[in-house]
Each structure stands twice: as structure tokens, then as C-alpha cells.
């Protein structure tokens, strides 16, 4: 388990009921086509490998065939998870945690892949900065914030996944 959470941006736990070796195969490579891993477990023993890299909030959730799933990109990730458990019945979000502190739900993650990458919203912000930019930027600081704070309100807004 310490191998697979190093220096994930997101770790999330899935239920994966029960899913045969094909669907398996589905969800391996769709994560890793964002650059994320997977790991089945059933036992305790993934629990307290979590507990001891300090993703000790998510061990309730390991209960019966579930998957750990940690990513270095938290929106490929969750987009990821979020198109799975739309092709996958048996396949869906229990909890994540983002930057190993914030403890996400299900309808967190679906929102989180609703976000652009963190790239894009960085050279959006930098173009309309430059100059000769129609934008003039007095304060970079606080349009900054009010940049964040717009792409969390469409977020939001944006319909939940069961919708």
C-alpha cells in the first residue's frame, strides 16, 4: 500500500463488488491511462497500510472486495473514477482523500472531475494577466482568489453525477 499512495495527489477507495477479471482489466487501464494505479484487496491488512501512511481515514471503508486507487493528478483521476462508475455497476467511490488531507465523498470526486486540469486554469489565468491583455490586473492576489472562487461556484453548479 505504501508503494502504491507515495505521493498521490488523490487516494480514493472504490467498491468493486463483484467484478470479474474483464472488468478488472477495464478499470486497470482506464486508470492508468491517467496515470493512476489500482490495488484489490479484501483483508485488513490494506487497512492498516493505510493507517500507517497516514490515510487512516479512509480504512472504514475497506470492507468486502474494494479497490485503493491513487493517482499523481487529482482531476485525470477523478474523471477517471467518475466514467468507470458509470460503465461499471459494481464499480463506484466509497471516499478519497485529496493531498492526503481532505477526505472526499463521492459526490466530491464527481465534482472534481468536472474541474479543468490544473495546467489549463494556470495558463488561463497567466494569458489574461499579460500585457497587452484586454484585463487589467491591479491586484494578481486577489483576482487570483476571485478566479478560484468562480471556477468553485460553476463547479457546484454543474449537476451531481445522478442527475
Known amino acids: 500500500v505504501r508503494d502504491l499512495v ?27 491511462e491517467a ?3 489500482v ?11 493505510l493507517d500507517a501512511v497516514g490515510l487512516g481515514e479512509l480504512s472504514p471503508l475497506l470492507r468486502g472486495m474494494t479497490a485503493i486507487i491513487a493517482g499523481p493528478s487529482e482531476v485525470e ?7 468507470l462508475s458509470k460503465k461499471l455497476p459494481d464499480f463506484f467511490v466509497l471516499g478519497a482523500m ?11 470526486v464527481d465534482r472534481l472531475a468536472k474541474l479543468p486540469p490544473p ?22 492576489g486577489a483576482y487570483l482568489v476571485q478566479v478560484l472562487q468562480m471556477e468553485r461556484t460553476r463547479s457546484e453548479s454543474l449537476p451531481a ?3
Open 77 to 83: 483521476t477523478a474523471k477517471a473514477l467518475h466514467g
Open 119 to 140: 495546467d489549463v486554469v494556470r495558463s488561463e489565468m497567466v494569458m489574461q494577466m499579460l500585457p497587452g491583455s484586454s484585463l487589467q490586473v491591479p491586484n494578481v
Open 35 to 37: 496515470g493512476a494505479k
Open 6 to 32: 507515495a505521493d498521490r495527489a488523490l487516494v480514493a477507495v472504490a467498491h468493486a463488488g463483484n467484478m470479474g477479471n474483464v472488468d478488472k482489466a477495464l478499470v486497470k487501464a482506464t486508470l492508468s
Open 98 to 108: 485529496l493531498d492526503s488531507q481532505r477526505i472526499l465523498q463521492f459526490g466530491d
Open 161 to 163: 453525477a445522478s442527475e
Open 39 to 49: 490495488n484489490y484487496t479484501r483483508n485488513k491488512y490494506a487497512a492498516k497500510g
